[in-house]
């Protein structure tokens, strides 16, 4: 799934299609952070950061949190994610 996948699902009158939307949205995101943080720990990236790799991997571990917390939220709320 890519993000261009999801725009109907944000667009859904159906709240729960729009929280899976969100939560695809953030899944694909925090992946491909993921990757670029591994290349960039490994001194394999294609460019040069602007901004340093600690605070890339705060941004990671504050997005794995949120994942998270939408994932228990989905199974309070029945939402197959």
Do not use: W
């Not at 009158?13 to 729009?18: A, I, L, S, V, W």
């Not at 990236?45 to 705060?58: A, G, I, Q, Y």
């Amino acid at each position: 799934m890519e993000l261009k996948d999801t725009i109907e699902m944000m667009q859904s009158e159906d709240y729960k299609e729009r929280f899976k939307a969100e939560y695809y949205q953030l899944k694909i995101r925090l992946e491909k952070l993921h990757a670029m943080t591994v290349k960039y720990e490994a001194g394999k990236l294609e460019f040069k950061p602007t901004c340093s790799l600690n605070l890339l991997l705060r941004q990671e571990a504050h997005m794995i949190e949120y994942l998270r917390a939408l994932e228990v939220r989905a199974k309070v709320e029945g939402i197959e994610l």
